[in-house]
């Protein structure tokens, strides 16, 4: 136990720094594409056809490759960009091309539950289109933006597994270096384990923040 827990304890920090990191990109990246595919719909207040057609194919694309297989396809793409392919930052870029599309159509999602009636009376009252977006959508929709985000953080914590088959560090480099690679059937569990209850606690803290936001 004292010889498994400091290696235990590097690949849990380094699963924490892939999915913080990687997170806080894609929400940089991904809420604004939501909500520009929101605005720019056909009879929204910025209805632009032609952007809201090239970012709904982009996103699709982007949606419809594995991760897996996005890990080794910008390999290239990932080396010029950051110099390195593996570790932890030879994953986060993989890690946000494949979450900003999906936090995207989550917030897309989130954002079109908003009753149309309120959004008309603030439009009505002569409120401009960045206020509305503001004080309106993303407040009305905050309990399901939330939720989206927290569905967003557990498809990452399993991306960040996928990807210590590329020497990315984590839980999966733990759990494939030893547990598959060595038949450390241990270190498997213990891997399993601690996903599971990860996964748990922020599903858990997730869901409590939704409910008291949609309570406030």
Request: proline share 4%; no cysteine.
């Amino acid at each position: 136990m004292q010889d498994w827990l400091p290696i235990i304890g590097k690949a849990i920090i380094e699963t924490f720094q892939m999915v913080g990191i990687s997170l806080l990109f894609s929400v940089l990246i991904g809420i604004p594409l939501g909500i520009l595919l929101v605005t720019t719909r056909p009879g929204q207040a910025l209805q632009n056809k032609i952007i809201y057609q090239i970012l709904n194919i982009i996103i699709n694309i982007l949606r419809s490759i594995p991760f897996i297989i996005l890990l080794f396809f910008i390999l290239p793409f990932t080396k010029l960009l950051v110099g390195t392919t593996i570790g932890v930052k030879g994953v986060i870029v993989p890690l946000v091309i494949y979450t900003a599309p999906y936090i995207a159509r989550l917030m897309e999602t989130a954002l079109l539950e908003v009753e149309n009636g309120v959004i008309e009376a603030y439009t009505a009252m002569g409120i401009k289109t960045r206020q509305i977006i503001w004080h309106v959508l993303l407040r009305e929709a905050r309990p399901s933006i939330i939720l989206g985000l927290t569905i967003a953080t557990v498809s990452l914590i399993g991306a960040t597994a996928m990807a210590g088959l590329v020497g990315a560090g984590g839980l999966g480099d733990l759990a494939y270096r030893f547990g598959h690679l060595r038949y450390e059937v241990d270190v498997m569990y213990a891997t399993v384990f601690i996903l599971i209850v990860l996964v748990q606690l922020i599903q858990s803290i997730g869901n409590r923040l939704a409910a008291y936001l949609k309570k406030d």
